[in-house]
C-alpha cells in the first residue's frame, strides 16, 4: 500500500519560510523512477499545481511561485520537499503532494495546512 505523508506545515508571517517534507511509503527502487508534484487548494478555490520534480531532477513552477518556491526530492530517504520562502498571504491554501506511480495508480497525502497571515 502506497501512502504519502506530509509535515511541515503551520502558521507565518508574511515574508517567512517553511518547509514542507513529504515521506513516501514505496521501496526506493519505484519512489525514484516517478515524478511527485505538490498543489495546494486555497479555501473556494480550484485544488492548482505549485511544482513538480521529475525522476530525473528536472523542476517545474508556477508562476506565482517562481523564485519563492523551491522543490528538491531524496530519494534514499523516500522524501519530497517543498521549501517556501517570501511566503504571501495569497499563498494560504491546504497543500497536497501527489505521485502518479504507473500501474499501481495516483497517490495523494493528506495534506496540509499552510497559512500566511499576520
Known amino acids: 500500500q502506497v501512502q504519502l505523508v506530509e509535515s511541515g506545515g503551520g502558521l507565518v508571517q508574511p515574508g517567512g519560510s517553511l518547509k514542507l517534507s513529504c515521506a513516501v511509503v514505496?521501496?526506493?527502487?519505484?519512489?525514484?523512477?516517478?515524478?511527485m508534484t505538490w498543489y495546494r487548494q486555497a479555501a473556494g478555490k480550484q485544488r492548482e499545481l505549485v511544482a513538480s520534480?521529475?525522476?530525473?531532477?528536472?523542476?517545474n513552477y508556477v508562476d506565482s511561485v517562481k523564485g519563492r518556491f523551491t522543490i528538491s526530492r531524496d530519494n534514499a530517504k523516500k522524501t519530497g520537499y517543498l521549501e517556501m520562502n517570501s511566503l504571501k498571504p495569497e499563498d494560504t491554501a491546504v497543500y497536497y503532494c501527489?505521485?502518479?506511480?504507473?500501474?499501481?495508480?495516483?497517490?495523494w497525502g493528506q495534506g496540509t495546512q499552510v497559512t500566511v497571515s499576520s
Open positions: 501527489n505521485m502518479m506511480i504507473g500501474t499501481l495508480g495516483n497517490y
Open positions: 514505496i521501496p526506493e527502487i519505484i519512489f525514484r523512477a516517478y515524478a
Open positions: 520534480i521529475s525522476s530525473g531532477g528536472s523542476t
